[in-house]
């Protein structure tokens, strides 16, 4: 089993421009889970789906973060227009019946310059 | 704010001794509780669950602790070695919600 596959490992970006991080969750597994890590705020959940559906997207910062799981092998994180303070690594991880132990990926770390 | 919390951003212990990382939740309506462990560069790795029926839990080398009356989480690891430095974070969730994480406790393991 690969696990988690995240891409990409490293993004650097200027600001305003669109990024997009990607996840593919391991097969079987039908919640997926986007998270944003800081030194200052920690690991933070942004959004979570459930069987492809968003269950609950409260942690989505603003209007400028989407995310969407057009199937259940792939998701996408989109930030357009980021901006400097968007810089963290974002994890994606995914579990079987949305309980017990979530798997994570190794994470994008994006910088916004 | 966090509704989980540690007692002690980071913890230094010798090699072959015993560490106990705490963690504070305050959600009594918290049902599942886990310990992840990070190591630079990569994501959190699963330790150890303990769901709310029990108070104790153990694995290889670790123990989960649950203390429900005083709303409190330890993680204790047997004869820590270099390779278990890391930052560790509990999480706490109630049935049918996300997990919350806690900030997380830096363990620096020496020789």
């Known amino acids: 089993d690969a696990g988690v596959i995240q891409s990409p490992r490293h993004e650097v970006t200027e600001m305003g421009q669109e990024v997009t991080l990607r996840c593919k969750p391991i097969?079987?597994?039908?919640?997926l889970f986007w998270y944003r890590q800081t030194m200052m705020r920690g690991l933070e959940l942004l959004i979570y789906?459930?069987?492809?559906?968003?269950?609950?997207d409260s942690g989505m910062p603003e209007d400028r973060f989407s995310a969407k799981m057009p199937n259940a092998s792939f998701s996408t994180l989109k930030i357009q227009p980021s901006e400097p303070r968007d810089s963290a690594v974002y994890f994606c991880?995914?579990?079987?019946?949305?309980?017990?132990?979530?798997?994570f990926g190794p994470g994008t770390r994006l910088t916004v310059l | 704010g966090e509704s989980v919390g540690l007692h002690l951003p980071t913890l230094s212990v010798q090699e072959g001794d015993n560490s106990i990382i705490n963690c504070a939740y305050s959600?009594?309506?918290?049902?599942?509780f886990i310990w992840y462990k990070q190591e630079s560069g990569k994501g959190p790795q699963f330790i150890i669950d303990?769901?709310?029926?029990?108070d104790k839990r153990q694995g290889q080398r670790v123990t989960v602790l649950l203390n429900k009356t005083v709303k409190h989480l330890s993680l204790q690891i047997a004869a820590t070695q270099p390779g278990d430095s890391a930052v560790y974070f509990c999480?706490?969730?109630?049935?049918?919600?996300?997990?919350?994480f806690g900030k997380g406790t830096t363990l620096s393991v020496s020789s």
């Open positions: 959600n009594s309506a918290s049902d599942y």
């Open positions: 303990i769901r709310s029926n029990m």
């Open positions: 999480a706490e969730r109630m049935a049918g919600t996300a997990l919350i």
């Open positions: 789906f459930n069987n492809n559906v968003p269950i609950d």
């Open positions: 991880a995914s579990t079987q019946g949305g309980d017990g132990e979530q798997f």
């Open positions: 097969s079987g597994h039908n919640s």
